[in-house]
């Protein structure tokens, strides 16, 4: 029997824990359920969670039995963004026990649960040469390979690509593309320079949240005007509990200041500037390209205020501290007579993509916080979310200066993790954030 649930914006009920065996027998696990605990993380394919499990009677853990890979199905009521009641159902697979411990009759263990797709993934392999855009390969991968009937949203890429899968899984074939494609507009390469200047919208992220499956375009999802696929087009507010103007669903109840950007690791990336030494295997000339940071900051989307790099950024983005090589041909898949890097459908893009993507993936941990609010049930990783923290200054100076403009703005979900708590029903949201940029701006104007 699920519990009705207050008009707290934390408070929860369950409406159903169930396990089904392989015998097709369902359970109803809900009154064993100590606690439940939920997991996205924009690096990961897949969604994972814990259910904490107290059994003095049921004895599910041996009676069903419970031995991996039965489906599991959670349903919970929670307020949504309105304040209305809203029902959300989650489905995963058991894969495996821990913690087990026996105790005056009563079993206590954790319960590890995961995407079926994640344990799909393991068992498959693909052995085809793949061809065309990159997000279309990865929606091969997922529906096609591992026939998921999960939601598939992408970025357009606009480079077409060949992967010669080569026995992998459909995720490692995934992952292997994000550093090879690129988003509009088409990246500007000067390639009759011998120092050409390298240039482009390239990196992408392949991740899974409660709304499917995600092929996003890094700088898409740091362009603060664009909303996940399937969103309101609306990024949420959450204020610091000193800001006295907030509702009781957006209220930040605790923030920590995440360790942000290491300039020695940057400089050994080279996320700042680096140079990449290609050989043209067609034409057997060696070619150099200079990436800089600095120069290509104003051609990508940000999703802090700030029109430019920090000035330290600035300063290291004039010498390259990384060297990068790589083997290039047009020619691979060309089989007519003109100039393949002209005429080729496929090409090699690597010049546009390599030294980029680097870049774009490390500076997107430029600043980071970590905050918890209680309930919203809806958001997912992936998602932009505009946080406003009042400023540190005396209470004098905040009557003018209020917010803190250097560390409030928008942010980028990158994990979150829910814990919906049995003895207090409440649940509440723990969203890891981070932007590519500092600065706020404040509403109605414009940077």
Same mark, same amino acid.
């Given at each position: ?29 809900? !009154? ?19 259910? *904490? ?25 929670? !307020? ?53 855009? !990159? ?27 060949? *992967?010669?899968? +080569? ?17 509009a507009p088409t990246p500007r390469t000067d390639s009759g ?10 990196? #992408?992220? *392949? ?39 907030g509702s009781l669903s957006n209220v930040i109840t605790n923030?920590? #200041? ?17 140079? =990449?030494?290609?050989?043209? *295997?067609? /034409? ?6 200079? #990436? ?24 290291? +983005? ?38 980029q993507s680097i870049s774009r993936n490390y500076l997107l ?24 923290? !009042? ?8 009557? /003018? ?14 994990? =979150? ?31």
């Amino acid at each position: 029997m699920s519990q009705d649930t207050s008009q707290s914006p934390s408070s929860f009920a369950w409406k159903k824990v169930e396990i089904e065996t392989h015998d097709g027998k369902t359970y109803n696990m809900t !009154p064993i359920v100590f606690g439940f605990m939920y997991y996205e993380d924009i690096s990961k394919p897949f969604i994972t969670a814990n259910l *904490f499990i107290t059994d003095s009677g049921m004895n599910a853990r041996s009676e069903a039995p419970i031995q991996g890979y039965e489906k599991v199905t959670i349903e919970v009521s929670a !307020p949504g963004e309105d304040g209305t009641d809203q029902d959300y159902e989650y489905e995963f697979y058991v894969y495996r026990l821990g913690d087990i411990v026996i105790s005056n009759k009563v079993q206590t263990y954790n319960m590890g649960l995961i995407s079926k797709e994640a344990l799909q993934n393991e068992g498959v392999r693909i052995s085809k040469t793949m061809k065309g855009y !990159p997000h279309d390969i990865a929606k091969e991968c997922i529906e096609d390979f591992l026939k998921s009937d999960k939601d598939f949203f992408a970025d357009e890429a606009t480079n077409k690509s060949v *992967f010669i899968a +080569s026995n992998k899984t459909p995720f490692t074939v995934c992952a292997n593309l994000l550093y090879k494609s690129m988003s509009a507009p088409t990246p500007r390469t000067d390639s009759g320079s011998d120092n050409s200047t390298l240039t482009g919208h390239s990196g #992408f992220m *392949f991740f899974e949240n409660a709304k499917g499956f995600n092929f996003r375009s890094i700088n898409n999802l740091c362009d603060p005007t664009k909303d996940l696929p399937g969103g309101d087009g609306k990024g949420r507010t959450f204020v610091d509990t000193a800001t006295p103007d907030g509702s009781l669903s957006n209220v930040i109840t605790n923030v920590t #200041f995440e360790s942000e950007i290491n300039v020695m690791e940057g400089l050994r990336l080279g996320a700042y500037c680096s140079e =990449l030494q290609t050989y043209n *295997f067609d /034409t057997g000339y060696v070619e150099t390209g200079f #990436f800089s940071a600095k120069d290509e900051y104003d051609n990508q989307s940000h999703l802090g205020a700030n029109e430019k790099l920090t000035e330290g950024q600035i300063k290291l +983005s004039k010498t390259p501290t990384r060297i990068t090589s790589s083997i290039i041909s047009n020619e691979a898949y060309y089989s007519g007579q003109d100039n393949a890097s002209v005429d080729a459908e496929i090409k090699d893009w690597t010049k546009n993509t390599l030294v980029q993507s680097i870049s774009r993936n490390y500076l997107l941990n430029t600043q980071g916080l970590k905050i918890e609010v209680p309930g919203n049930l809806d958001l997912v990783v992936g998602e932009k979310v505009n946080v406003i923290l !009042p400023s540190s200054v005396t209470q004098d100076e905040r009557a /003018t200066a209020p917010t803190d403009t250097e560390n409030s703005g928008v942010y980028l979900i990158t994990q =979150l993790s829910r814990f919906y708590d049995r003895p207090t029903m409440n649940v509440k949201t723990v969203l890891k954030l981070h932007r590519d940029s500092y600065g706020y701006e404040e509403p109605g104007t414009s940077t």
